[in-house]
């Protein structure tokens, strides 16, 4: 059992290039979603899925997109970088609105 | 509006008692959970406390009173590797599904000196 993996695990970014966070799980769980930790703030909550073909907004979701094709996987795209999005993505999991298992994150630098 | 606070740091000596506290302000609760995350690595679950009181687990417990919006994170015989930030997390009802979605605390960073 892998739990939720994310791909890639570090990213440098010039402002306006695009990219996708790849999040799996091999829990079998409905519920999937996209965070952000950045200093002094703590995680915030980007977008969520509560099954296959679903999203819905979280705290953050202003320049950013997701999509929910597989059960097993949740995408988090950055169409346009900035700056401002430089920080920690971190993927997570839970069977219904359980607690939530995570994945080892991404560490992204926009410049 | 909804709000967490935690102290920011803590630091505690090696086999001694801590207590990490939480306090929050929101609507809806449904919940709350303590993660433990050590630097550079992903949120580990803890433990989850719905009603009031305390559940055990070990020699992490964690203790909950709704009427006061208050919960706590005792840690008992500390150990080196506990050294760590530790979350406090609500989950909040009609926010994110049938259960609700989880808002978080700046987290405690604890320190557990020799």
């Known amino acids: 059992n892998a739990g939720v993996t994310q791909t890639p695990k570090f990213r440098v970014l010039k402002t306006g290039q695009s990219m996708t966070l790849l999040c799996a799980q091999d829990?079998?769980?409905?519920?999937m979603y996209w965070y952000r930790q950045d200093p002094g703030m703590g995680l915030r909550l980007i977008h969520y899925s509560v099954g296959e073909g679903t999203t819905a907004k979280g705290e953050v979701p202003d320049g950013y997109n997701v999509s929910r094709l597989k059960k097993q996987n949740f995408l988090l795209g950055l169409e346009s970088a900035a700056p401002s999005q430089t920080s920690v993505y971190f993927c997570?999991?839970?069977?219904?609105?359980?607690?939530?298992?995570f994945g080892p994150g991404t560490r992204l630098t926009v410049l | 509006g909804q709000n967490i606070d935690q102290p920011t740091e803590m630091t505690a000596t090696e086999g001694a008692i801590v207590q990490i506290n939480c306090t929050y302000q929101t609507s809806g609760f449904n919940g709350l959970f303590w993660y433990q995350q050590h630097a550079g690595e992903a949120p580990t679950f803890l433990s989850y406390?719905?009603?009031?009181g305390l559940e055990e687990k070990g020699r992490f417990s964690s203790f909950l009173s709704r009427s006061k919006g208050y919960s706590y994170l005792l840690l008992k015989e500390l150990q080196m590797k506990d050294s760590a930030s530790y979350l406090c997390a609500v989950r909040i009802m009609n926010y994110g599904g049938s259960q609700g979605n989880l808002i978080f605390g700046k987290g405690t960073k604890l320190s557990v000196k020799p």
């Open positions: 829990m079998n769980h409905e519920y």
């Open positions: 997570a999991s839970s069977s219904s609105g359980g607690h939530r298992f």
């Open positions: 406390n719905v009603l009031d």
